[in-house]
């Protein structure tokens, strides 16, 4: 039935109008919003998607789409055409349910069906929507042709990228010109173009340059740091195209000349290749492995290079034997890792001691090389470690001989070990009782060895390490019949009385610290072997043992025998004080000032003070600015960002006949920096110009 | 007169012209009011051209005269009874109606004989109107200190790496705070933070750079705002080289780094070593030989500083000594190592030498002068110097135990020192300590070196077109040549001292003048009328306290007289009658012309 269709088409028709509309809308405002923040925050495209999106479902719920159907359509009919009699419903009906009076009102107002401009304000609605599209393209179009604005400088690194948008001055000779950075291949770094004589490249980078002037040119020389000028040949015959190439390896600045006409300065900035950075998180320093712990260390550190790692591996030096017979053998150990120009490297390494072949004495040294992929070496710190030796321990060699302060204890502590490894050696053999009993009674010796050794630093009983006085209960020793003014019993509140002076005395705070620690470590061990552990109980016992023979050593100083051999002496002259033939010596020198340079600029200094007025330099006085030239170009060679401003004003000074106060101020500032600081030198004051007066006054000032 | 009579002979046809038209316009409606107001229309044109004055009466009490000066408060002008009067021309715009301006103070009084008293506002009269005021009473109401530098000197003639010291006051009436700097040379050279609303001392530090005459200038700032732009003139002389004699009796680090140190410095310098009995090692550097196996006043007179060794000073011979001793009686500077507290030697004796009670592991020194601190030292100081009260402290360690004593004797002065490795501060790489130790203990030392000549001028500011008083100090009493500007000045020889003159001249530029006195040119700088102009104010004001004090008013009050003050008409009322008229005129024509 046409009239159903006509509906369904109607709401098509409407659905596409919204439809369209929408999108445009949305589109124009993403693109319109997008390029604003693109262009002013420099965010990336997301934005468009983000604004199309949230504009999108913006719309959709003010214009719900999907809940536009027939009988809505059928409404709008009805009340924007009369002449449809509010019957339109009828369409929608099958003409089989219809009754007579319903067919006769459908057939009525079928040909009455509006044919043109059925929906009001389509145009309108489709125009709103290609506007806000135009709006948007434009506006894109409009901001994406402006050149991207800078972000506020903020980092040092973008303080430096602002440099290269300094407005520099080109010769008006040069039409066209483009500089080609080539870095170095090692640097992995593509090859870059650029419209600017600025030049920031790489250590070893090559540049190019292609200049093309509007007129033929004579002569084209290009002076870098005012000391090297190079000719240059034109690439074409008519002399407009112009080429030249150089390796950069200093930092400095240079200078065109086209036919006498010299250009600005334009400097040349190097980025430095460092080598590569090692840090080692593991192990520390110095590593000592005892007893009873495993002989390996795990060796992590971090590598870092500007541009790739290309090699690196652990140099171990071996140290083993004693005395005399000590024997090195050195060994590269190669990371499992797979070098592949990587700017950071984490490198572990598990190093077993024993697979290396190092027995107990033996120490091992060892740093990390380093190679980046220019070829620079670097290495780390040396790093050490230790196995302790037991059986130097054991060994009595050294305290047969000189001053034996505590003998007998070290044996004791020797004693306890033996005597605990022999005991776990005969565990089997033994029962359980008889070996608990044993043990116990090796916990009790340990306790007795304590104790002894506790007395060295005075302690008094034996829960104690180290005898802390401080913590003693004074109040419990209050006499009874303290009388009021009793010097000696106010003394002894403060007293330790129960110590014996000459073991309080008896070592020095370093010794007493490390005493301590030996007692800490007995006390780990007895309390091992007190709970039949004696296995347990043995590092703690080494460890101990070990640290008294430190103590040992310590108090002990070792000089080697050498032969010496003196001139023999003349027995006749001997003792007779004569020197009659010695001469006095006698010096006479002048200091000779070799460089004049910082006077000069002292005067020249002067000099642009007088002429902030404006007064012409005289021929004489330009002289003197041209030996400030010579200073500001050796300044600026090294540090062209601090100089160049200054020698480009000094040459302006040199040519103008008026100088400029700005170009006064730079120099001066610049000349001002290169003179510096001067330490104090001493300097006679002045008096007042009546001598006789004061010379009376002073002399009468003596007297008293 | 002729412009009054210009105006009038143009205004007058034009006033018949008016008047002729009145009466022929056809339109007769208000013809009077019209004529009128055409009349009133030329005669304000007239008399806007033409200033009217009108001579009114005032009471005002007897030989009274109050003046308004520069800096007076302008809502106080309402609290002063009788009429006002200023002399100063740069206050016509702010006083045009309400006071009178008196071009000559002096012929003024003259013609009012009856004035014999005044009344001074705000900074007060200059020295010259001040002196035309005898025999009157003056009462001077001051006005407030002004907002500005009130007060600034500095070292302008120095020796070369000499430090220029900017000192002075600052008086900050804002509400926040400024920053003061000296600036030169294209860069700041020492900046200070002044706080709001307050009254604070400055010092700025420069050491000068620059060989001749330089200015300098120094600024200051409230954000962006430049308050103040005053010039600071500084010149630099070359360095007078000292001659140094050293006797040790024996060679060591400390004499030999200090040898080095004056060697490199370009001091002449003669050292004298004892390396064995009789025998000594003898080094001249930057200066001719001499002989030096006997100490005589004749080598002692052409020193400058004389340094020893303890146990040099006391095995010298008596007649060393005493040449020694009369040297520097005369002027001579003698620095001595000390290195063991007792001593027989009497200059030694005159310094209290101690050992210190607690032995301390490092030295902290200090220069006393200018409290400046020297780098730590890792060595044990084995004597100090005891506090005496004719001794002034020289270094000093944390501030309490004296390193470095000094004492004046005679002319000259004998320096103690007791620090025996100052070489120790090479060694560690700190050089400006060094430094900074022996030039401290050389400058105290070294003989005053006596001026060719003494030059000054008695204002601390020359103004351009001031009067500028310089003040000459000569070596001898003979009359010096003074010339200026090409032309001799006249100079005045001082009561009391011979050799003092002073000459007087009114410098014509600003910038550098020079002065010519016999062979000598001297540079002294001259500001202009703009500069430094808060200094000038308190100048002013405190100049005329003190003349007001010598001057002390009189209680008595005089009768009242009827004086007749000129006032002149203003022209916004003839303007404002001119366009009233006219604007009438206008009207009635627009609004009746139809009828």
Excluded at chain 1, 68 to 84: A, C, G, K, S, W
Excluded at chain 2, 153 to 163: D, F, I, P, Q, S
Excluded at chain 2, 274 to 284: A, H, L, M, P, V
Excluded at chain 2, 477 to 487: F, S
Aim: aromatic share 10%; proline share 4%.
């Amino acid at each position: 039935m046409g009239g159903r269709k006509y509906i369904q088409y109607l709401k098509m028709r409407w659905i596409t109008i919204l439809l369209v509309q929408g999108i445009c809308i949305s589109l124009g405002l993403a693109l319109l919003v997008g390029s604003v923040f693109h262009y002013f925050f420099m965010l990336a495209n997301w934005i468009y998607f983000t604004v199309f999106i949230l504009s999108a479902f913006i719309f959709l719920y003010f214009r719900p789409l999907w809940k536009i159907n027939e009988t809505e359509v059928v409404r709008y009919l009805d009340n924007h055409f009369p002449q449809l009699e509010d019957s339109c419903a009828l369409l929608l009906r099958s003409s089989d349910g219809l009754s007579v009076l319903e067919s006769l009102q459908v057939s009525k107002i079928f040909p009455q069906l509006p044919k043109n401009q059925v929906i009001i304000g389509s145009g309108k609605k489709l125009a709103i929507g290609l506007g806000c599209l135009v709006v948007g393209i434009s506006s894109l179009l409009a901001f994406y042709n402006i050149p991207a604005r800078s972000l506020p400088i903020s980092s040092p690194r973008q303080a430096k990228s602002s440099h290269q948008q300094q407005i520099e001055n080109v010769l008006p000779q040069v039409a066209n010109y483009t500089l080609t950075i080539i870095p170095p291949v090692y640097t992995s770094k593509v090859s870059r173009s650029q419209k600017q004589f600025y030049v920031k490249a790489e250590v070893g980078a090559k540049v190019k340059w292609n200049l093309k002037t509007n007129k033929s040119i004579g002569a084209f020389y290009v002076i870098f740091n005012d000391t090297e000028k190079l000719k240059l040949n034109a690439v074409k015959g008519d002399s407009t195209q112009w080429a030249f190439s150089r390796k950069i390896e200093k930092q400095g600045f240079y200078q065109l000349e086209l036919d006498g006409v010299k250009s600005d300065l334009y400097p040349i900035d190097i980025i430095p290749d460092l080598p590569v950075s090692i840090k080692i998180i593991r192990p520390k320093s110095q590593t000592t492995i005892d007893i009873g712990q495993a002989q390996q260390i795990d060796l992590s550190a971090i590598l870092t290079d500007d541009y790739g790692i290309a090699e690196a591996f652990i140099s171990a030096t071996m140290a083993s034997g004693k005395g005399e017979s000590v024997s090195f053998t050195e060994k590269k150990l190669h990371f499992n890792a797979i070098f592949n120009r990587q700017r950071n490297l984490t490198l572990n390494k598990h190093i077993d001691l024993k697979n290396l072949g190092m027995k107990p004495g033996d120490e091992l040294y060892f740093f990390i090389h380093a190679k980046d992929n220019k070829g620079q070496q670097s290495r780390s710190d040396v790093y050490s470690v230790s196995i302790v030796d037991t059986a130097e321990l054991m060994s009595m060699a050294g305290m047969t001989s000189g001053v034996n302060l505590v003998p007998e204890y070290f044996r004791s502590e020797r004693q306890i070990i033996l005597d605990a490894e022999k005991l776990l050696a005969e565990k089997d053999k033994l029962s359980i009782a008889a070996f608990k009993t044993r043990s116990n009674d090796l916990g009790v010796d340990q306790k007795l060895l304590r104790l002894r050794y506790g007395q060295f630093l005075g302690e008094e009983n034996e829960t104690q390490i180290g005898g802390d006085h401080d913590e003693h209960d004074h109040d419990g020793h209050e006499e009874p019949n303290q009388k009021f003014g009793d010097v000696q019993a106010i003394m002894d509140k403060y007293a330790h009385k129960h110590d014996i002076a000459e073991d309080a005395t008896f070592f020095e705070p370093a010794i007493k610290t490390q005493l301590k620690a030996v007692l800490n470590e007995m006390w780990k061990a007895e309390l091992n072997l007190r709970t039949y552990k004696p296995q347990d109980a043995l590092p703690f016992a080494y460890k101990a043992l070990r640290l008294l023979k430190d103590l040992q050593q310590k108090s002990r100083a070792y000089v080697a025998k050498t032969t010496v051999k003196t001139t023999a002496l003349k027995a006749e002259k001997r003792l007779t004080g004569e020197l009659d033939k010695i001469t006095d010596p006698r010096q006479n020198l002048q200091f000779e000032v070799k460089d004049q340079v910082k006077d000069e600029l002292r005067l020249l200094l002067t000099l642009l003070n007088n002429h902030q007025n404006g007064k012409p330099f005289s021929a004489n006085e330009k002289a003197l600015l041209q030996i400030g030239e010579k200073q500001v170009i050796a300044a600026a060679v090294s540090h062209p960002e601090s100089y160049l401003a200054a020698l480009k004003s000094l040459r302006k000074l040199n040519n103008q006949t008026f100088p400029a106060a700005k170009d006064l101020n730079i120099v001066s500032r610049a000349i001002y920096t290169i003179i510096g600081k001067s330490a104090a030198k001493p300097q006679a004051g002045t008096t007042g110009s009546n001598q006789k007066l004061s010379n009376h006054y002073f002399n009468y000032l003596k007297k008293y | 007169m002729e412009f009054n009579i210009w105006v009038i002979v143009i205004c007058s046809p034009l006033l018949a012209f008016l008047i002729y038209q009145e009466t022929k316009r056809k339109n007769r409606h208000w013809l009077v009011w019209r004529l009128v107001a055409s009349v009133i229309l030329v005669l304000c044109l007239t008399f806007m051209a033409i200033p009217i004055t009108l001579s009114t009466k005032k009471q005002q009490k007897k030989g009274t005269l109050n003046l308004l000066t520069n800096g007076f408060i302008k809502d106080s002008l309402a609290a002063i009874k009788d009429h006002p009067y200023y002399t100063d021309p740069s206050l016509h715009r702010n006083l045009r109606q309400k006071a009178t301006f008196i071009p000559d103070l002096a012929y003024y009084l003259l013609d009012h004989p009856d004035i014999k008293k005044i009344k001074i506002y705000g900074n007060g009269l200059g020295q010259d109107d001040l002196r035309k005021l005898k025999n009157l009473q003056l009462t001077f109401y001051p006005a407030e200190k002004p907002q500005g530098i009130v007060a600034c000197n500095w070292n302008g003639r120095l020796k070369e790496e000499e430090t220029l010291n900017v000192q002075g006051t600052y008086n900050n009436l804002l509400s926040t705070a400024i920053q003061l700097k000296l600036i030169g040379f294209g860069s700041s050279l020492d900046s200070i933070k002044i706080p709001a609303h307050s009254l604070e001392k400055f010092d700025l530090k420069h050491q000068v750079r620059q060989k001749g005459k330089a200015l300098l200038q120094l600024v200051a700032l409230h954000g962006k705002d430049t308050l103040a732009k005053e010039t600071i003139p500084v010149q630099t002389f070359p360095k007078t080289p000292l001659n140094l004699l050293m006797l040790t009796s024996f060679p060591g680090f400390e004499y030999k780094f200090l040898k080095n140190w004056l060697y490199e410095n370009q001091y002449p310098l003669a050292l004298r070593s004892q390396i064995s009995k009789n025998k000594y090692s003898i080094d001249f550097l930057n200066r001719k030989g001499m002989k030096l196996d006997q100490i005589r006043s004749t080598i002692l007179e052409k020193e400058d500083v004389l340094l020893l060794d303890q146990q040099t000073l006391e095995s010298l011979s008596s007649t060393e000594k005493q040449a020694i001793t009369q040297a520097v009686t005369k002027g001579l500077g003698l620095v001595i190592w000390a290195d063991h507290t007792t001593s027989a030697d009497p200059l030694l004796k005159k310094f209290k030498l101690n050992q210190p009670l607690k032995e301390e592991k490092s030295l902290d020194l200090s220069l006393f002068n200018s409290q400046s601190k020297l780098s730590s030292l890792a060595i044990n100081q084995a004597i100090y110097i005891g506090n005496l009260p004719d001794q002034q402290e020289l270094i000093n360690h944390k501030q309490q135990q004296i390193i470095s004593a000094q004492q004046l004797y005679g002319r000259g002065k004998i320096i103690v020192t007791t620090l025996q490795s100052s070489y120790q501060w090479l060694l560690s790489g700190h050089q400006k300590d060094y430094a900074s130790y022996w030039s401290e203990l050389i400058n105290a030392a070294a003989r005053k070196q006596n001026p060719s000549l003494l030059f000054q001028t008695n204002n601390a500011f020359p103004s351009v077109a001031q009067q500028l008083t310089f003040t000459i100090e000569m070596p001898t009493a003979a009359i010096p040549t003074v010339k200026y500007d090409q032309k001799h000045l006249a100079v005045k020889q001082h009561l009391l001292f011979p050799n003092r003159w002073q000459a007087q001249s009114w410098p014509l530029s600003t910038g550098w003048n020079v002065l010519n006195i016999d062979r000598f040119n001297i540079d002294f700088f001259v500001f202009g009328k703009e500069d430094w102009k808060s200094i000038n104010a308190i100048e002013t004001i405190q100049n005329n306290i003190k003349y007001s004090k010598t001057n002390p008013t009189n209680t008595q009050n005089g009768q009242e007289i009827s004086n007749t003050i000129k006032k002149e008409l203003s022209i916004w009322w003839f303007l404002i009658a001119f366009i009233l008229s006219a604007g009438f005129l206008w009207l009635e024509n627009r609004i009746y012309a139809q009828n």
